[in-house]
T-cell receptor, first 110, second 117 residues
């Protein structure tokens, strides 16, 4: 079983739509959780951290369910510029490296 | 935000040569840097953790004698791919850890594309 699993997509959605991504992780010792976005042939960039209480940053909402080892990302009012690959990332924290999912490819269509 | 640079951004080399990639944290000190590798259409995979002043910690399956890591200062880590072969062609990305706060964040360099002919 992969450590971090995501639906690779692609998700093709019209501009303005709401889209949701899910992710599951296998290591119950994971302590920190993130969503990164990666544009084609670029480095990943931090989109947002994910907290147990859920958190929102503008059009983006992230949720964490530790019991189910499940993370979600919701994008509202999607823009063309949201087209990218969204990476679910976990870490045990401290000095540990990040474990990446394979990513979910999102295409926003005009 | 914190800025991490990598050099070179792209390198093409002949099989058997060694390639050095530099990773620098430009506006902060990084006691820990990480090296990742990403093959086409695959996820980023952690190769090793680089700690300033000590030996790097390699992930399972990564050959430490082939991928030499040196973390000489709080702002610089280098990865040397020794005797590179075509199967080493990949996108190599470093990150630096910004410590403190509730959740520690890693900032990524722009990556180095290596093509071994």
């Amino acid at each position: 079983r992969k450590e971090v699993e995501q639906d690779p997509g692609p998700f093709n959605v019209p501009e303005g739509a709401t889209v949701a991504f899910n992710c599951t992780y296998s290591n119950s010792a994971s302590q920190s959780f993130f969503w990164y976005r990666q544009d084609c042939r670029k480095e990943p960039k931090l989109l947002m951290s994910v907290y147990s209480s859920g958190n929102e940053d503008g059009r983006f909402t992230a949720q964490l369910n530790r019991a189910s080892q499940y993370i979600s990302l919701l994008i509202r009012d999607s823009k063309l510029s949201d087209s990218a690959t969204y990476l679910c990332v976990v870490t045990r924290g401290g000095a540990d490296g990040l474990t990446f999912g394979k990513g979910t490819h999102l295409i926003i269509q005009p | 935000g914190a800025v991490v640079s990598q050099h070179p951004s792209r390198v093409i080399c002949k099989s058997g040569t060694s390639v050095k990639i530099e990773c620098r944290s430009l506006d902060f000190q990084a006691t820990t840097m990480f090296w990742y590798r990403q093959f086409p259409k695959k996820s980023l995979m952690l190769m090793a953790t680089s700690n300033e002043g000590s030996k790097a910690t390699y992930e399972q399956g990564v050959e430490k004698d082939k991928f030499l890591i040196n973390h000489a200062s709080l702002t610089l880590s280098t990865l040397t791919v020794t005797s590179a072969h075509p199967e080493d062609s990949s996108f190599y990305i470093c990150s630096a850890r910004l410590a403190g706060g509730f959740q520690e964040t890693q900032y990524f360099g722009p990556g180095t594309r290596l093509l071994v002919l």
